[in-house]
């Protein structure tokens, strides 16, 4: 007989499959940089011929124009780019709020679903049914038309200590700054470390001895401790920048916009109903057996949720998670509708002062897109932590 | 992990392409009107007196009228006309790729615009100026009050910049609160969240008239910050299409100058023996063969709106729900600024 030998692999040949793959990737490639060349030079001509300006030197120029609500001070003298700035940051500010906040909230309800009391089954169900199947934008309207109809003009503001809640906003009190709060973060340092080290021994503690010390209260105490030391050594200063009332507004201390808060909600709200379906399916994907056997080791409720599920659980949620983080921070382009100054909105102004409308749209389209990529390049990363590393 | 990467690139494209897809240059706009019978014209989405469509979906206002008159002119009827309801935003896009043959919507001609959005100012309909509207149970009296407080403004207009610039010279330091939608301004406005709204003085009148649900309580403040000429805008690159939308509205003021009206225009075509009136209603000479347009172009067009006197009073005057005064929009020779060159 003779024995079969294998086709001689050479890899310049078109029978080697890893040849033939290169080969199409780079012709799908060559076809892409091709149509993208057409597309942008096709533009370019076509704006040209019909005398319409374009390029990005605009960003350059002076703004012009003012922006409601920025983190930081932000002048019409500066130029456009700065302006994009504050949009992004404003854009980010609520995104980051929104992906924590609706987390918090997402996990609350989702471990709801599988809580023993019916009524509160039926809450967390009835929450996401209804959250869920409402377009976010009507939400977002409703909480800003709830917000500036329902409350108070802002003369006659309801008020709660030093805060104000109107159609203004939320006014609060904020720290004048000074160097006892430069103090307080000082001591916040060794009170991080020692509240780890604490928490580093009681770990091990109940690691060798079996006896749960405690792992969150102390640390935290100490840190706060720590903290409070420092602002007692700089000084203790208790001045505030309070806000107080004007004729027509209130003035001083710090202030979240009706719009910011709307947007917020409404993001956080929406979002939180899917997120809360992501980890009861995640929860769900874990075997029956393993909450079993936690009783059987005598964990209570509490601790086989924290201890032996969720860990688990956690695998199938991050990637469908990621995609929520991914929803809302694109969602919030929708703020532009109830007059938050977001990336979009303050590409819109810029767009109508300059008529630079296909410069303005990429700025926009490049924002999301690095966003979106950094967001998801972080929760892979934390995903790759979490999947099971077989050993 | 390639073909993921490959994946990526190709969405960019073809978003990307979305831009890229401006179609290529229409030709001449009076032969694409002509072909499929229909002027289209862009107008505002909702402004009483200026563009807004009722519950029957007819569409009324000084803007309105202007684009009927284009219609008569180069169709012979006024009718002939499809609006495209648009935005701040989507009105200069619109124009720019061809899918609506002229812009009229009460738009601000600026230097910015003329030289740089590939677009022509064709001729004033409306000399208007930037104002202010706040409640009258707020006690302010003046513009020069406004100082440290919340002004409601829609995005993407002149108007955004104007009170950036009256606001820093007079030390006001006003916060704005930009949306995006004029009727999201105009509602933030009236539910309280801002103290004072402001857009052109024309709007102001027509969003008090239209939308407060008492016009009573809210006033105009006496300032008027800026100067906005309002006006229909073209495409550039099409002379002949810039004429005929220019002279139609010259030729509206010409005819209010000369004393014809949407009733007398046949009267005077039959018997007039003013050589003036003769070549506007094209009785003697062929005033309309230059532009390309029939003989008795102008004479369509008071047939079918009246001259510019008479769409001001029935959608602006003061007999009119938005009661503005004619004020400098009164002709050249009775006190106001609108001076039409001669049709001749």
Redesign the interface.
Known sequence: MNPQTPPKKNSWSWRSQAFRGIVY?LI??VA?AA??WF??H??LV??Q?????SGFDFLSQAA??????SLYPFD?AQPYWEAFLIGVTNTLRVAVLGIILATLLGTILGVGRFSRNALVRGLCLSYVEFFRNIPVLLQLLMWY?IL??VLP?SSEAWTLGPFFLS??GLNFPIPVWSTGQLWAAYGLLPGVLFGWAYRRRAVRKFETTGKPGSMVLMPLVIMLFASLAGWALGGAPTEFNRPIK?D??I?NGGAL???FLAVLMGLTLYTASFIAEVVRGGISSVARGQGEAASALGLNRNQEMRLVMLPQALRVIIPPLTNQYLNLTKNSSLA????Y?DVV?IA??A?????R??EC??LV?LVY?ATSLGTSLLMNWYNNRAAIKER | MRINKVKTLAVIAATFGTFAALPAHAGKTLDGIKARGQVVCGVNTGLAGFGAADSAGKWTGLDVDICRAIAATTLGDAEKVKYVPLNAQQRFTALQSGEIDVLSRNTTFTLTRDASLGLNDTAVTYYDGQGFMVPVKSKIKSAKQLKGQTVCVQSGTTTEKNLTDYSKAAGLNIKPVVFEKLEAAENAYFTGRCIAYTTDASGLASTRNKVAKDPAEHIILPELISKEPLGPMVRRGDDEWFAIVKWTIYGLLEAEEYGITQTNVDALKATSKDPVVQRILGTSEDTGKLLGLSKDWMANAVKATGNYGEIFERNVGPKSPLGLPRGVNNLWNKGGLMYAYPVR
Do not use: C, H, W, Y
């Not at chain 1, 011929?49 to 300006?53: C, D, E, L, W």
């Not at chain 1, 532009?336 to 007059?339: D, E, S, T």
């Open positions: 990737q799908a490639a892409i149509i993208t597309l942008i096709n533009t076509n704006m011929a019909r005398g319409i300006k012009g124009f003012d922006i409601g609500e019409s038309v500036t109809e003009a159609k203004g004007g027509f507004a003035e916009t009706p719009e532009v509708a109830i007059g100054p909105s819109n102004t767009l109508n002062q300059t008529g409308a296909v749209i990429s389209m897109l």
